[in-house]
């Protein structure tokens, strides 16, 4: 048996790098039988509304309950597997509603869905404890109005000062090219942070 078979679920073989997301997440204390996926909606767009009216996507919807966020939509499911078969069946409404799709890896942070993608299909990323490749996305009543690229090390606490007017911020971790796409990391005495001292 190869390195990265460990085990079939469904018929379909676990990869090493599946199982280390469900070790390591549930050593951060996140529920190991659940996945939440927190879907940004474009601006101007209700999109719980809009998936709701459709009779294709409610019907794909029908056994998630999908919450209402003032950002978008919260879904729950049982898996990292069944969380990224469900986006893809729902991608026609994500291309034309949505910002972006992200997958909650530890409580209250998220993973864009090319990391999950890399998780899910035995590519490269194996999640620890920290990750190095970190956006910091600002929310103003559901809207996001500020994406920042973390420092390796630093915690969105060190980014309050940068995130003033913001009234929810969230912690996106994402591959060493997504960083790369918007730019350079904000040292933290140019975002306001005290790198720890107080």
Same mark, same amino acid.
């Given at each position: 048996?190869?390195?990265? &078979?460990?085990?079939h679920k469904?018929g ?5 790098l599946e199982?280390?997301f469900?070790i390591?997440?549930a050593?951060?204390?996140?529920p190991g039988?659940r996945?939440n996926?927190?879907v940004?909606?474009?601006e ?8 709701f ?10 056994? !998630?309950?999908p919450k209402k966020k003032?950002c978008?939509?919260l ?14 069946e729902l991608? %026609? !409404? ?5 910002k972006?799709s ?9 993973c ?9 299909? $035995? ?7 920290? %990750?190095p ?7 103003s009543?559901g809207?996001?109005?500020s994406t920042?690229?973390m420092s390796?090390?630093?915690?969105v $606490?060190e !980014?309050?000062?940068?995130y003033?007017?913001v009234?929810?911020?969230?912690e &996106? %971790?994402?591959t ?7 730019? $350079?990391?904000?040292?933290l005495? $140019?975002a306001?942070?005290?790198?720890g001292?107080?």
């Open positions: 048996m190869s390195a990265g &078979i460990q085990a469904n379909r073989a676990i990869s090493t199982r280390c469900t390591h997440t050593q951060r204390q996140f039988d996945m996926i927190l940004l909606q474009k101007k767009i209700d999109l719980h509304h809009t998936l009216t459709s009779e294709t996507s409610r019907m794909v919807l029908r056994f !998630y309950h003032p978008g939509v879904i729950t499911t049982t898996s990292l597997g069944s969380a990224m078969s469900l986006v893809a991608r %026609w !409404y994500i291309r034309r509603y949505a972006e992200l997958f909650e890896v530890s409580k209250g942070i998220y864009t869905q090319q990391m999950a993608q890399d998780i899910y299909y $035995e590519r490269v990323t194996v999640l620890g404890p920290t %990750w490749h970190r956006r910091l996305y600002g929310f009543d809207r996001l109005i920042v690229i390796p090390g630093s915690t $606490e !980014y309050h000062q940068e003033a007017g009234d929810k911020a969230i &996106i %971790w994402c060493e090219d997504e960083v790369e796409d918007i730019g $350079e990391a904000i040292p005495e $140019e306001g942070g005290t790198g001292e107080e």
